[in-house]
């Protein structure tokens, strides 16, 4: 049997702000917008209202180094306002299942990310060029969090 190469991503984020206002915008699938690159022109497909709750299916279209991609998740978690997953179902990479998780510290949120991939060509390719492109995704993300909730840094 062949055995899928993962690869896990951790990163976390301290906001000082109320995981009661900081939740509200990750429940908003449309704010993935906001904290996504220019460079990925990120456009969410999916029209109208989305209705965050476990098995909704969420279609966006970007850019990934000039390539046009079609990227499908489903919410395969929803735990509000502590935690939720979203796992690829269509999209460049063998695996993606993201799990975000808000936990009230210091009187502001403690925001994790926990990524598990698979990328087409394995561990090379992932050092080459996937694991480097997440990394600035979620540098930007960071940068764009505490831009929106008005973190001086």
Not at 43 to 53: D, K
Not at 66 to 75: A, D, N, Q, S
Request: proline letters at 7%; aromatic letters at 14%.
């Amino acid at each position: 049997m062949n055995q899928l190469k993962t690869h896990e991503f951790k990163t976390e984020l301290w906001l000082p702000v109320a995981r009661e206002k900081v939740f509200p915008f990750f429940a908003d699938a449309r704010n993935l917008e906001t904290i996504t690159p220019p460079w990925l022109h990120f456009n969410v497909l999916t029209p109208g209202q989305i209705e965050m709750r476990t098995g909704a299916i969420i279609d966006y279209q970007l850019r990934i180094h000039g390539l046009p991609v079609c990227w499908r998740t489903e919410i395969t978690g929803w735990q509000p306002p502590f935690s939720f997953c979203d796992e690829q179902r269509r999209g460049p990479y063998r695996l993606w299942r993201h799990t975000h998780t808000f936990e009230e510290k210091d009187a502001g949120t403690l925001c994790r990310d926990e990524v598990i991939y698979a990328v087409p060509g394995g561990a090379l390719v992932n050092r080459l060029f996937v694991r480097r492109d997440v990394e600035k995704i979620f540098d930007y993300r960071a940068r764009a969090l505490k831009q929106h909730f008005g973190i001086k840094n």
